[in-house]
Nanobody, 123 residues
Framework: QVQLVESGGGLVQAGGSLRLSCAASGRTTYAMGWFRQAPGKEREFVATISETGITTNYTDSVKGRFTISRDNAENSLYLQMNSLKPVDTAVYYC??????????????????WGQGTQVTVSS
């Protein structure tokens, strides 16, 4: 089993920044990702990173504003969010794959999930 715990969410004004962290424990994880879910909407892909950190992918709406990174020595995943907009308001989830090492943008291809952290961007 893998346990994932997110932190770093909060309330920020539009144009501001937040850095989300995800601490992983348990079995070794391969690719990891960030997803988000706004009220009344489905969970959606935000960013993903390969096990080595070399390969990343982002949803178009966050490209140039968000940066995903990981520190394997610390078993941690991060999401630096800059130039935040009200539409970024959502619960943000950390996710990990344990069977296949390649990155994925699909919710159903991740095996483990954190409990989520709320990000609220005011206008």
């Amino acid at each position: 089993q893998v346990q994932l715990v997110e932190s770093g969410g909060g309330l920020v004004q539009a144009g501001g920044s937040l850095r989300l962290s995800c601490a992983a424990s348990g079995r070794t994880t391969y690719a990891m990702g960030w997803f988000r879910q706004a009220p009344g909407k489905e969970r959606e892909f935000v960013a993903t990173i390969s096990e080595t950190g070399i390969t990343t992918n982002y949803t178009d709406s966050v490209k140039g504003r968000f940066t995903i990174s990981r520190d394997n020595a610390e078993n941690s995943l991060y999401l630096q969010m800059n130039s935040l907009k009200p539409v970024d308001t959502a619960v943000y989830y950390c996710a990990a794959r344990s069977r296949i090492p390649t990155i994925s943008t699909r919710v159903d291809e991740y095996d483990y999930w954190g409990q989520g952290t709320q990000v609220t961007v005011s206008s």
